[in-house]
């Protein structure tokens, strides 16, 4: 069986109740009455296109960590989630989203180290220590918001204009602000306790009548990148690149086949043992981060288990 046979590329169910459909970039999203039904696909996107071939378990991956750190955390801001009928899919309440990403940086990485190496010293307003190296820890966490784009790119935005602008009240972002700081905290110990760095992470918040919930995914590869503990500091002694476990060496890869999503670039076709391993790395961070082994759901008929699981939950919630 072909590699795209045993994944979901895309759903187009018809749910009893269902009102609205809409495709994320990983996401089929149902709307079901005040419900949102989300179905974790094993569509994988970098530098804001879809690649052409899908990861085998990415989308259960992505469902059982969001699963897992939103269960871990709802001492600390109320979320979204209500049920996981099935490996693949979460259901819970329709909010408002924010029209920004809240992003928070433990460390000098990615983007925020390419702004660096650029020669700038602030990033979304936020002023950025001299003497610095790729992957230094800051001595706080930064936090660099981003709007959140129907289409193309998400930008970088600063407090200031996001205030301004009006796309955030004061007191709205003040609370955002705190449920930030305090989910990396968690994140960062819960990841220390596996042996891992919670390196960078975004987060996305709704509001439902007045109280702001925690919405989306958390805590997850696609979302957040994590360096191992063991080794961190003499590689970065030595000036080596450090063991992580992100989509960062998808990145990489399409980087070294020519493509960074710039226009005219030809998308690369990444061959099978690549897909697969692929598929490992994001199953290690599974079993690494939970400390639980994964369990591979049955894939022969994935849309069809999928569907039936959805209509299961909706016959005997709705």
Partial sequence: MSIENQCIQATNFSFPHQTAFYRGKVRDVYTIQDKLVMVASDRISAFDHI????IPYKGQVLN???????????????NWLEATPDPNVAIGKACTPFKIEMVIRGYLTGHAARVYKSGRRTLCGVPLPEGMKEHDKFPTPIIT?????????????????????????????????????????????????????LVDTKYEFGKLGNTIYL???????????????????????????????????????LIAN?????????????PDDFVWSVSERYIELYEQITGQSFQKADITSVLDRVEQNVESWIDNNL
Wanted: charged share 25%; net charge negative.
């Fill in 64 to 78: 059982q960590i969001a699963t897992y750190f939103l269960e871990n955390t709802r001492d600390i801001v109320p």
């Fill in 215 to 253: 919405i989306d995914e958390i805590h997850t590869p696609d979302s957040s990148r994590y360096f191992y503990q063991e080794g961190y500091q003499a590689k970065q002694a030595k000036g080596l690149p450090q063991k992580h476990v992100s989509k960062e060496f998808v990145r990489e890869w």
């Fill in 258 to 270: 020519g493509f960074q999503g710039l226009e005219g670039q030809p998308m690369p076709i990444m």
């Fill in 51 to 54: 690649l052409p071939r899908p």
């Fill in 145 to 197: 918001p981003a709007t959140k784009a129907e289409e193309g790119h998400d930008e970088d935005i600063s407090k200031a204009a996001i205030l301004d602008q009006g796309i955030v009240s004061e007191s709205d972002y003040a609370l955002l602000e705190q449920y930030t700081r305090t989910l990396f905290e968690r994140g960062t110990a819960m990841a220390a306790a596996r042996g891992m760095i």
